[in-house]
């Protein structure tokens, strides 16, 4: 990695926490480290991160509801969880959270700085997209604003608060009103192919979404179910 990232570990397993220290700090990072929730969640909250490792089951708050709280805040945080939980529902729960990756104990060096570095290359390319994406035009649908310089999204003049996946699946419908995409497609193009099988996460985003956006959900204006195959934007405006 050509520039030193700063990391942020959450994880009450000390030797653990040593051990991912070693091989981080191999690769040029520098490392803040906390040993609960409660101190993890303060620091996470406090400083800039370039990632933070973040364990499930924590001593104070729980890694889930850590990952939850942070990403309460619109600025974006790639989080690479921890887990010795191995049942699919935790996966689950812990992309819908917010997770950006996912790693399940026992696992092994190498396979943990592959998931690091897998995430790093994420970003830079994310870095680049929205480069381009400042000279892209604000999208106005009726009352429905979307800012893609600002990441900002407003409804009635009032701004919205939503997820950084959250965002990035609007934007993506938004962006091509009219056209359908396939629960799939859209885990691929938010998400990344990584987490293929775990295409029920976009129906539980949608479903957020129309909760924010949506007057009535059960008639939806912006974000239409595409039968048989997934979901569009609305393009009769």
């Not at 990952?67 to 619109?74: A, G, I, Y």
């Not at 399940?104 to 396979?111: D, G, H, I, L, N």
């Not at 979307?146 to 999204?153: H, M, S």
């Not at 909760?211 to 912006?222: V, Y």
Request: hydrophobic content about 40%; aromatic content about 8%; some cysteine.
């Amino acid at each position: 990695m050509p520039e030193s990232k700063k990391i942020l570990i959450i994880e009450d397993d000390e030797d653990i926490v040593d051990l991912l220290s070693i091989h981080l700090k191999d690769l040029g990072c520098s490392i803040e480290k906390a040993f609960d929730g409660t101190t993890g969640l303060q620091k996470a909250l406090s400083a800039t991160f370039d990632l933070i490792i973040l364990d499930l089951m924590l001593p104070g708050i729980d890694g889930m509801e850590v990952c939850r709280r942070v990403r309460m805040k619109n600025e974006y945080v790639p989080i690479l969880m921890l887990t010795a939980k191995s049942e699919e529902i935790d996966k689950v729960l812990g992309l819908e959270t917010g997770a950006d990756d996912y790693l399940t104990k026992p696992f092994s060096v190498r396979e943990f700085i592959s998931r690091v570095k897998a995430i790093f290359r994420r970003v830079e390319a994310l870095t680049k997209t929205e480069k381009v994406i400042e000279t892209a035009a604000v999208l106005t649908f009726k009352n429905l604003i979307i800012d893609p310089a600002k990441r900002k999204i407003t409804l009635n003049g009032d701004r919205l608060s939503l997820t950084p996946k959250e965002y990035d699946l609007l934007y993506k419908l938004a962006s091509n009103p009219g056209r359908s995409y396939s629960r799939e497609e859209l885990l691929n193009l938010v998400w990344g192919y990584e987490f293929s099988g775990y295409e029920h996460t976009v129906n539980s985003h949608i479903n957020r979404l129309r909760s924010k956006i949506e007057t009535d959900i059960a008639n939806p204006e912006f974000i239409l179910t595409a039968w048989g195959i997934g979901y569009r934007f609305n393009d009769d405006f």
